[in-house]
């Protein structure tokens, strides 16, 4: 008896989902049945590179009865109305990131993905790279710092109008529903909100500083969380050769994160505890800085989270990067561009119809591009 196999088919491939196929064919819990896109020359490409049948309409894909489940891999926009129907004619879905543009569609997804009992899950790789499966751990489970008193992420990224010019969809609130918020910066505002949790209020400032285009290229924010720990998050595709930083303070330690090395600072007993035990007015903490060993022989990438969610949906494991938790990093961009847009600090959870009648307005104003060379290339980077 052979082993079970999960039968995906892959909706969008003209970028990244064209990846997703070619990951597929490799791994031994999946087959690729069928590749979907609104494009007939590119699906008919993709279907012949592939070997397998191709659908224009995600609606006759869905209903072919070939797939198990499916990955979205469209723009942001339709990845719920793609999800929810297939979550309604049973099949699993693993959404490309984010899993939604608003948090009112998050809402719906998750919904449907509870009410129909399907796998649900969302293409957050990273959560699998050597530096962020330590920091769960050191955090979240050995809890070396303790409670967090203050955060900090610094996330810069560089696109030339180039990129913004490859697309039709691309930098509009009509295609996007956001700039680097949405497009960038996802991933890394998902391993924020894993390791420190969501604020209960944000105070942003978002503009257009660069780039010809409608949406924002580079964000600030001010952050508050529940227990009272301030945070600081700022983002950018203005800046060529940043490095990712994320400084994570707590009572019993600090660890700083640069690029991707892990620095732990360990106190010698907790700053509220030495504060007033101190006698002496310049006696400081004792501070132990220890250099953080990563176990780098563990596979990473997209095959990792495409074959996690097929032995999930086979009752072999659980899921790495939960769909439901996708809604995180969507309900932290919202906060951001609702706040950047009023000029205001906006609580969370978010008030969805507050957001959603921003959108409204943002996308009445958003203009069709005009001088654009359409490419649909995946960035070389991130194609593993």
């Given at each position: 008896?052979?082993?079970?196999?999960?039968?995906?088919?892959?909706?969008?491939?003209?970028?990244?989902?064209?990846?997703?196929?070619?990951t597929i064919k490799n791994i031994e819990e999946t087959e690729l049945v069928f590749v979907c896109d609104i494009e007939k020359e590119v699906a008919k490409a993709r279907g012949?590179?592939?070997?397998?049948?191709?659908?224009?309409?995600?609606?006759?894909?869905?209903?072919?009865?070939?797939?198990?489940?499916?990955?979205?891999?469209?723009?942001?926009?339709?990845?719920?109305?793609?999800?929810?129907?297939?979550?309604?004619?049973?099949?699993?879905?693993?959404?490309?990131?984010?899993?939604?543009?608003?948090?009112?569609?998050?809402?719906?997804?998750?919904?449907?993905?509870?009410?129909?009992?399907?796998?649900?899950?969302?293409?957050?790789?990273?959560?699998?790279?050597?530096?962020?499966?330590?920091?769960?751990?050191?955090?979240?489970?050995?809890?070396?710092?303790?409670?967090?008193?203050?955060?900090?992420?610094?996330?810069?990224?560089?696109?030339?109008?180039?990129?913004?010019?490859?697309?039709?969809?691309?930098?509009?609130?009509?295609?996007?529903?956001?700039?680097?918020?949405?497009?960038?910066?996802?991933?890394?505002?998902?391993?924020?909100?894993?390791?420190?949790?969501?604020?209960?209020?944000?105070?942003?400032?978002?503009?257009?500083?660069?780039?010809?285009?409608?949406?924002?290229?580079?964000?600030?924010?001010?952050?508050?969380?529940?227990?009272?720990?301030?945070?600081?998050?700022?983002?950018?595709?203005?800046?060529?050769?940043?490095?990712?930083?994320?400084?994570?303070?707590?009572?019993?330690?600090?660890?700083?994160?640069?690029?991707?090395?892990?620095?732990?600072?360990?106190?010698?007993?907790?700053?509220?505890?030495?504060?007033?035990?101190?006698?002496?007015?310049?006696?400081?903490?004792?501070?132990?800085?220890?250099?953080?060993?990563?176990?780098?022989?563990?596979?990473?990438?997209?095959?990792?989270?495409?074959?996690?969610?097929?032995?999930?949906?086979?009752?072999?494991?659980?899921?790495?990067?939960?769909?439901?938790?996708?809604?995180?990093?969507?309900?932290?961009?919202?906060?951001?561009?609702?706040?950047?847009?009023?000029?205001?600090?906006?609580?969370?959870?978010?008030?969805?119809?507050?957001?959603?009648?921003?959108?409204?307005?943002?996308?009445?104003?958003?203009?069709?591009?005009?001088?654009?060379?359409?490419?649909?290339?995946?960035?070389?980077?991130?194609?593993?």
């Amino acid at each position: 008896m052979g082993k079970e196999i999960v039968k995906i088919g892959v909706i969008g491939v003209g970028g990244m989902g064209s990846a997703h196929c070619k990951t597929i064919k490799n791994i031994e819990e999946t087959e690729l049945v069928f590749v979907c896109d609104i494009e007939k020359e590119v699906a008919k490409a993709r279907g012949e590179e592939f070997g397998v049948p191709y659908f224009t309409d995600y609606r006759e894909a869905v209903k072919s009865g070939l797939a198990d489940a499916v990955i979205v891999a469209t723009p942001h926009w339709i990845h719920p109305e793609i999800a929810i129907y297939a979550f309604k004619n049973g099949l699993h879905v693993l959404s490309e990131k984010p899993i939604a543009v608003t948090v009112t569609d998050a809402d719906k997804m998750i919904k449907a993905a509870k009410k129909n009992k399907k796998v649900f899950a969302v293409m957050y790789q990273r959560r699998t790279e050597p530096w962020v499966r330590k920091l769960k751990e050191l955090i979240l489970k050995d809890k070396v710092i303790g409670e967090i008193k203050r955060i900090l992420c610094i996330d810069p990224w560089y696109r030339a109008q180039a990129y913004y010019d490859s697309g039709t969809w691309r930098a509009t609130w009509k295609g996007e529903g956001g700039g680097v918020l949405i497009n960038q910066a996802p991933h890394t505002i998902d391993i924020f909100m894993t390791v420190a949790g969501l604020p209960v209020k944000v105070e942003a400032k978002t503009r257009t500083k660069l780039h010809k285009i409608e949406v924002e290229d580079e964000v600030c924010a001010f952050l508050e969380y529940k227990n009272g720990a301030w945070g600081y998050y700022y983002t950018t595709t203005c800046e060529p050769g940043g490095t990712f930083r994320m400084d994570i303070a707590g009572e019993k330690g600090k660890i700083i994160v640069n690029g991707t090395s892990i620095t732990l600072y360990k106190y010698n007993m907790p700053v509220s505890k030495f504060t007033y035990k101190a006698k002496s007015m310049w006696k400081s903490l004792e501070v132990k800085e220890e250099k953080i060993e990563l176990d780098t022989n563990v596979p990473v990438g997209h095959g990792e989270i495409i074959k996690n969610f097929a032995r999930t949906i086979l009752k072999e494991e659980n899921l790495i990067s939960p769909g439901e938790e996708g809604i995180k990093s969507v309900e932290f961009i919202n906060a951001c561009i609702l706040s950047g847009k009023t000029g205001k600090p906006v609580k969370i959870p978010l008030n969805r119809k507050e957001y959603d009648n921003l959108m409204k307005q943002l996308i009445a104003k958003s203009k069709v591009k005009k001088a654009v060379k359409v490419q649909r290339v995946t960035d070389p980077k991130f194609a593993k």
